[in-house]
């Protein structure tokens, strides 16, 4: 369904599309008011006819990801959670965090609720197991063996010969560990350690023992889910108005593992339709598909979505809607978080707006401040001159909208000229009104609030929304606070009475200054990188970034032998002793001609 400009508004699919179309159009009156505005809105259509429901199953949610209509259900997700990543193909598989999931043949446990429970998880696999904690994709040869291995906590591959069987029987355990089963790995190391008692090895027995114990620890904590030991995701939703929250919960082998929550805005679906675009885009791209999914309604095409979820898993995935037992009780725990969540995040909508309007009324602000834009600089001694644009929308902040500045002009170091370069870029020649923030920040004192006015007086932006300069406290002046500027006023304006406020602008300063700062360092290293490679003979832009494409890194391209370096794409036995030659001492060259 499109409006008169084009714009889809919503996608749909249905077995019989006249009888689906009509009831939208042949109702005089709709019972939520969201489809009544949808229905005024629409001026035309476009329909598909595919071969089957399967097929208009799929084409539905590419075209949902693909336009994000605004009446469809789009899931909303305030942050990346993290996970654990292990490459099974690699010989030597090491564990590493990461937020993104990728079909790439490598296992991904997750995800965890926050980057301190990913960090404790990682620890505690380290403490136990053997696994190698290095970083490196492979590990790197060397003569003497690291300090994990000699304290026992590393099989030590990368000094001494290690079979890939036993490295394997290492990460086997992991696996079973990161799974949830823990229980039957408990069962296992009990086995091996009373083998080894048996046999009179009493160090290897008390390795076992070591590991016992912290897995039995680790057991303790675990929250019993299920008594049946099996894996299963756990749906539920929660209500209020046009908000809507899920959650899904994690039960691993029988114990909880965590949660994860979804925001949904104003949805034209009911909960059915709901939980069906749920699982469409949620599974497409998740960790892992347990053999059970409950969930609080069915969802509308539950065939469809079973046979889906079992092409995706290549094995039968059960959808239910449990009504009594063990299992009624886990849908109603994730439907009792997912309450929780939606109030908590409904309460913090509410308190930001709160803090908004204070902030509008204190400062005298033209507009609700609904969108703030902050801009800090970096240079380093004149050089590498950037700029950054961070967005705050609705109290939070927006990273979708930050925008990163190279400085173009000559007089970089001048934080006057680099600001008015870098507020002209964001503010002259805007297609519509619409893109104006209604609030600026401009890290700085006068002098940077002065220059800002007169870059956008000269960009004809200047009175379209309030201006501010946050300037940072100067402790040899006995100063206690940040001060905060407006033009046409002498004096900066007292927040002693109204400190949430200065905090939060100072929240949005330091954000900027934090961005501005990493794009800063990035650009620095860049040209560090760079000219290092630039100054090797015989290599030129194509195979500069054909070795940092490989590597990753310059310090990778140094501690890499001969043979590594001719071996990336591109790169000749000559050119690659003529980089190795570079980074070498000259008592290493020497050992490599010999």
């Not at 906590?153 to 010969?161: E, F, Q, V």
């Not at 908000?243 to 909960?271: K, M």
């Not at 890499?560 to 794409?569: G, K, N, R, Y």
Request: overall charge positive.
């Amino acid at each position: 369904m499109k409006d008169n400009t084009g714009e889809i508004l919503y996608v749909g699919k249905a077995a019989n599309l006249k009888k689906r179309v009509a009831s939208y159009f042949n109702r005089p009156e709709h019972r939520d008011l969201k489809t009544a505005v949808m229905v005024r809105k629409v001026a035309d259509l476009d329909t598909i006819v595919t071969h089957s429901e399967k097929e208009a199953f799929l084409l539905e949610s590419n075209l949902i990801k693909k336009h994000r209509p605004h009446y469809n259900v789009i899931l909303k997700d305030d942050k990346r959670y993290p996970c654990l990543r292990l490459d099974v193909k690699s010989p030597y598989p090491n564990l590493t965090i990461t937020r993104k999931f990728a079909k790439d043949g490598a296992l991904y446990f997750g995800p965890f609720s926050s980057a301190g429970a990913v960090k404790e998880t990682l620890r505690l696999v380290h403490q136990t197991f053997k696994l190698r904690k290095c970083r490196s994709k492979t590990p790197k040869p060397r003569q003497r063996p690291c300090l994990n291995h000699q304290i026992g906590l590393c099989l030590g591959p990368c000094s001494r010969p290690v079979s890939p069987a036993e490295y394997a029987a290492v990460v086997n355990e992991v696996i079973l560990f990161l799974k949830g089963r823990t229980p039957h790995l408990v069962r296992q190391i009990r086995d091996k350690m009373n083998e080894a008692a048996s046999r009179q090895e009493f160090e290897t027995a008390m390795v076992y023992r070591d590991q016992l114990f912290a897995l039995e620890k680790t057991l303790e904590k675990q929250v019993v889910a299920t008594a049946d030991f099996k894996d299963r995701d756990v749906v539920g939703i929660a209500r209020r108005g046009g908000d809507v929250e899920i959650v899904i919960l994690f039960v691993r082998g029988g114990f909880l593992q965590g949660n994860r929550s979804f925001q949904v805005s104003e949805p034209l679906a009911a909960d059915d339709e709901i939980v069906s675009s749920f699982i469409k885009q949620y599974y497409e791209s998740a960790p892992a598909i347990p053999k059970e999914l409950l969930l609080p309604v069915a969802p509308v095409d539950r065939l469809l979505v079973e046979e889906w979820l079992h092409d995706l898993k290549d094995e039968k995935v059960y959808v239910l809607v449990p009504q009594r037992g063990e299992k009624a009780k886990l849908l109603q725990m994730a439907v009792q978080n997912a309450e929780t969540a939606l109030t908590a995040r409904l309460n913090a909508v509410k308190d930001d707006e709160a803090l908004l309007q204070r902030v509008q009324k204190r400062l005298r602000l033209k507009r609700f401040p609904r969108r703030i834009e902050c801009f800090d600089l970096s240079h380093m001694a004149g050089k590498d001159g950037v700029g950054g644009m961070i967005v705050f929308e609705q109290a939070r902040p927006a990273p979708q909208e930050y925008r990163k500045y190279r400085m173009r002009s000559s007089l970089i170091g001048d934080d006057y000229a680099m600001l008015t370069e870098a507020l002209s870029r964001r503010y002259k020649d805007l297609p519509e009104p619409s893109a104006l923030p209604d609030l600026l920040m401009v890290d700085g004192g006068k002098g940077q609030l002065n220059a800002a006015c007169k870059a956008l007086e000269e960009s004809g932006s200047y009175g379209s929304f309030d201006v501010i300069g946050i300037a940072k406290k100067e402790e040899l002046r006995g100063e206690a606070e940040d001060k905060i500027y407006k033009p046409g006023r002498k004096n900066p304006i007292d927040l002693r009475k109204a400190p949430d406020i200065r905090l939060f602008l100072e929240r949005i300063r330091d954000e900027a200054h934090r961005y501005v700062i990493g794009y800063q360092r990035k650009r620095r290293m860049m040209t560090y990188r760079r000219s290092s490679l630039e100054e090797i003979p015989g290599i030129g832009q194509k195979r500069r970034t054909a070795l940092l494409k490989h590597f990753g890194s310059l310090k990778r391209i140094k501690a890499a032998s001969l043979e590594e370096i001719s071996a990336v794409p591109g790169i000749t036995r000559t050119a690659a002793k003529s980089v190795f030659d570079a980074f070498k001492p000259s008592d290493q060259i020497h050992h490599q001609k010999h």
